[in-house]
């Protein structure tokens, strides 16, 4: 075989061989989900083959279910403090790690990021001793100090990604046309960095919705949703979870889909300019 | 008696003191001077440019007058107030940055309407007042459009507009046009002077090209290292440079290395190092006996095709490269001792047998002795 025939060959491979593996990993990331998705419609007691029939009957149990109803009013509450908090927290302490030079700021800004590789477990249990230490009784406030804590690096990331890109020439224009520094921030800087900030808001939510570790650790008497599943699945695999799971996963496929349209829209204004 | 009451007339009138003063300004940052004790006047009304290489303090200068940076001494003075104290949003002066800065969240309208909004003019009449300034340059239509959407000359005129619908006592113009092609920088030129003339605002204009300072400005002040070497009208500049920089920065000069024999009534007689005696106008005070180069343009080069050994103040070479740019021909000739030298004639101006133009024939050189210039050797400013 010449040598140009084996690369037309290998090419032909190489043409078939691409596409197979990027369905097969799309396979391998979206298989369990449609499963999951599917047998929350599946007219039996077990979550399992074969499919017996088509069922609204787990969705209705869902909406009886007032347990559920409260964890999940208790982890949008506490996704929602923690959002507010760590994204504000977050985007102040960006400003001085992406703008000022001062000692020891590289350090500062590795410190800052660490908690994001801290393993949930270890933070928890931390957290749990350093509670019970300073005396602090487990409440949902306690979560939320415990998410804040594990998200913030996040916000900080996001937002300091936006504030490097930031012209700072556009401040001193501001200036210049007589803004005060006051009113620079408000009229200028805030409004281009906002796709950022949201960006942050957007993914701290999602990380508080579904945090476990922490949370189990530093709960009282109110649980969140990620723990009511958790007490669902020690009585055995119920379909009720994957009506839960799909609502779930439809809400973060909306948020998702915001945030993708929010973020299109500014960086179509930007590459323009 | 009228003298007196003119003084008083003068130091009640505002309107007399100058746009801009810089007393004596000096900018340092760490070790490195940026600007060395720096005096200047500039008029109401004027059309003033700083010229310079990149790095002679002419940004510095300009961030001065702004306030964006504050002078490590001396003073800064707009229409007589100080503005030691004064951050650059209380200022008179607005500015149009090389990067134009238009803000990109909001529209070319509300772009050229920032600066009312912020000192509290009322909707209407910031609008009325922006949809003017837009007219002016030419951008009318364009309100709604973000700066995105705009070419670079059009980002340039919003800019413009959104600096001149504040008017302020001085507009200040950091290399506005360094962005665009050449067609479009004479255009905007023009556009610029008409601007100027008809606003009647002071403007403050930096640039590190010498031909658009000379076609605009009514002052230039030439900048090098930090120093401010000469102010003056773009032909002052030009034809009597005084320092050696300015003759070489703005257009182009033959140089001739040598020590100043004598001299009297401001012409100079310099002993030329393998060449002879040449003749010049000093500038500042020389030693005789010194070094000195003495220089000129190769406009001013007369160029005659003869075969009579030259005469005093003449000097004698062989064309080596012609090159025909149109209406203006550059010759380069070649003296004796090696050293070249540039001549620019019109085209069929150079006297003599028109038919020899080649490469190789031998020439005589010679100017006036008040168009060369006489400079020390070791300025290096």
């Known amino acids: 075989m010449s040598a140009a025939v084996l690369t037309r060959a290998r090419r032909r491979l190489g043409r078939l061989l691409i596409p197979l593996c990027g369905v097969l990993g799309f396979a391998f990331l979206y298989i369990p989900i449609f499963f999951l998705v599917l047998f929350s419609f599946n007219d039996h007691i077990i979550p399992s083959l074969p499919f017996r029939g088509f069922t609204l009957q787990w969705y209705r149990e869902l909406s009886y279910d007032f347990v559920m109803h409260d964890a999940l009013y208790n982890s949008l509450f506490i996704a929602f403090w923690t959002t507010l908090i760590s994204t504000t927290l977050g985007t102040l302490a960006a400003f001085p790690l992406v703008r000022r030079s001062y000692r020891l700021k590289g350090a500062s800004q590795l410190l800052v990021l660490l908690p994001m590789i801290i393993p949930h477990f270890l933070m928890g249990v931390a957290l749990l001793i350093f509670f019970s230490f300073v005396g602090v009784p487990l409440s949902r406030m306690t979560i939320i100090l415990g998410h804040v804590v594990f998200t913030m690096p996040f916000a900080i990331m996001v937002v300091s990604t936006r504030l490097h890109g930031f ?29 950022g900030i949201a960006g942050a808001a957007l993914l701290v939510f999602a990380l508080s919705m579904d945090e476990f570790l922490i949370t189990y650790f530093v709960s009282g008497q109110k649980g969140t949703i990620t723990m009511y599943i958790w007490s669902l699945l020690k009585d055995g695999i119920a379909p009720r979870v994957n009506a839960l799971a799909s609502v779930l996963l439809l809400a973060s496929f909306v948020l998702l889909l915001i945030g993708n349209w929010l973020s299109s829209r500014t960086s179509a204004v930007e590459t323009r300019r | 008696m009228n003298e007196a009451l003119r003084a008083i007339a003068r130091s009640s009138d505002a309107a007399t003191d100058p746009a801009i003063e810089l007393r004596r300004a000096r900018k340092v940052f760490g ?73 990109p969240h909001m529209s070319v309208a509300e772009n050229v309407e920032f600066g009312l909004r912020m000192k509290g003019v009322a909707r209407a009449e910031r609008q009325a007042a922006a949809s003017e300034m837009l007219r002016m340059v030419s951008l009318t239509g364009y309100e709604a459009r973000r700066p995105a959407q705009l070419s670079g000359g059009q980002r340039q005129r919003v800019a413009l507009a959104r600096a001149l619908v504040n008017h302020p006592s001085v507009l200040l113009l950091d290399e506005p046009l360094g962005a665009l092609d050449l067609k479009l920088r004479k255009q905007m030129q023009i556009e610029l002077m008409r601007l100027q003339r008809q606003v009647g605002i002071t403007f403050v204009y930096v640039t590190h090209d010498q031909e658009e300072a000379m076609a605009m400005s009514d002052r230039i002040g030439v900048m090098n290292r930090g120093r401010l070497l000469q102010v003056g009208t773009p032909s002052e500049i030009y034809d009597r440079p005084t320092h050696r920089f300015v003759m070489e920065f703005i257009g182009a000069a033959n140089s001739f290395e040598g020590r100043l024999d004598r001299q009297s009534n401001g012409i100079g007689t310099v002993d030329v190092d393998g060449i002879g005696q040449l003749r010049g106008v000093t500038t500042g005070n020389i030693e005789e006996r010194t070094r000195v180069s003495l220089l000129v343009r190769p406009e001013k080069m007369r160029l005659v095709f003869d075969s009579r050994p030259p005469g005093n103040g003449e000097i004698e070479g062989a064309i080596s490269h012609v090159s025909r740019l149109g209406f203006v021909t550059h010759y380069t000739v070649r003296l004796d001792g090696g050293q070249d030298v540039l001549c620019y004639r019109l085209a069929g101006s150079v006297e003599g047998d028109a038919g020899a133009l080649e490469e190789g024939r031998r020439v005589v050189l010679s100017w006036k002795e008040e168009e060369a210039r006489i400079f020390p050797a070791d300025d290096e400013s």
Do not use: W
């Open chain 1, 167 to 195: 012209d700072r020439t556009l401040e001193l224009a501001a200036a210049d046309l007589g803004a005060n520094p006051r009113r620079t921030f408000f009229h200028i800087v805030l409004p281009i960095i906002m796709p």
């Open chain 2, 31 to 103: 070790e490195s001077v940026a600007l060395d004790d720096v005096s200047l006047d500039i008029e109401r009304g004027e059309f003033f440019s700083l010229l310079g290489p990149s790095g002679c303090g002419k940004s510095t200068t300009l961030n001065l007058i702004g306030g964006f940076e504050a002078p490590s001494s001396g003073d800064v003075r707009i229409e007589g107030r100080s503005m030691a104290a004064t951050p650059p949003y209380e200022r008179p002066v607005n500015t149009v940055f090389q990067s134009y800065a238009l803000f």
